[in-house]
């Protein structure tokens, strides 16, 4: 069979479903490229969702996979449920309750105390978390009955406020930096209210550039590989560095960028940039003093 869609770079942006792991996202990702006849096609993740979380799981393919990492660095926006009154020991619906309290919070104390959970706050992780103790994971020197103590950590809690509250719980939205735990974050404020509580729903809206708008269902995913139109939902490699600059580049200079040469007296002013001939990115590279340097190649080509 003749393969009309040989190569492909870019993003799928998946709405992924509670119950549903990242990894097995990844591998649908990649079922559905081979059906559009993709060779070995290359695929990656920025940024693992639990399955007890939905929301925008971007998937990098092809060169794409080289920004990956960067995704996890990315500022990232949540919807999240907090059910006062019982604290379990993952913090989630997953946990057995390890403490309770009758305290139940109105809307108006909780609208009191947010502003102490904006801006830069230290938080300690869960102890069910994939962070690393004596290089074993906390979440498997929980689950058999050890104590995981970690290193509390700063993060930045861009913004937070209120989408819905009851006589039990209340849903809020939070837009954080890299490393936060929204877990973590719905134990301290239950238990700056003088009560406990635990998430009940965890919705990811947005990491990076992209957001629910551009995402995918699975079922989706699945019903446009077999109908051969998944290309079309491919968002360009640069989409994902939307946050930076373009740095326009001469054939002559994008030559010396994918060979891994640097240039030098570029008037371009310092930081990162992504390197593009005509419509083509070409590397994700760092100015400094005029002189630019290769930190991710991209694999692309010139255009033909």
Not at 161 to 189: C, P
Not at 231 to 243: S, W, Y
């Amino acid at each position: 069979m003749t393969d009309p869609f040989p190569v492909v770079n870019g993003w799928l942006v998946l709405d992924k479903p509670v119950g549903t792991g990242s990894t097995p996202c990844v591998s649908k990702v990649k079922w559905a490229l081979r059906q559009l006849g993709v060779k070995k096609p290359k695929v990656g993740h920025g940024g693992t969702l639990d399955p007890l979380a939905s929301g925008v799981l971007p998937i990098a393919i092809g060169e794409a996979t080289k920004l990956a990492g960067r995704m996890l660095d990315a500022t990232k926006a949540y919807d999240f449920t907090i059910r006062f009154g019982e604290e379990t020991d993952t913090l989630d619906t997953e946990g057995k309750v390890i403490a309770t309290s009758d305290v139940r919070p109105t809307r108006q104390d909780v609208l009191d105390i947010l502003p102490g959970f904006t801006g830069t706050i230290e938080q300690m992780p869960p102890a069910f978390s994939a962070l690393k103790v004596d290089g074993k994971r906390a979440y498997d020197l929980a689950r058999a009955g050890e104590e995981v103590t970690l290193d509390s950590r700063t993060v930045v809690i861009h913004a937070l406020t209120i989408l819905d509250a009851d006589e039990n719980s209340v849903t809020l939205s939070a837009t954080v930096s890299k490393g936060t735990y929204i877990r973590s974050l719905a134990r301290d404020i239950a238990r700056t209210l003088g009560s406990v509580g635990h998430v009940t729903m965890l919705r990811r809206t947005r990491a990076g550039p992209f957001s629910l708008k551009q995402a995918i269902s699975l079922d989706f995913l699945e019903e446009s590989a077999k109908a051969r139109a998944l290309i079309d939902e491919v968002i360009p490699l640069e989409a994902g560095l939307d946050d930076i600059p373009a740095l326009i580049v001469t054939p002559e200079q994008a030559k010396l960028l994918r060979h891994g040469q640097r240039l030098f007296g570029h008037p371009a002013p310092p930081g990162q940039h992504v390197a593009m001939e005509g419509k083509t990115p070409v590397a994700l590279v760092s100015v400094e003093d005029g002189e630019v340097a290769v930190l991710r190649g991209f694999n692309l080509g010139p255009p033909l």
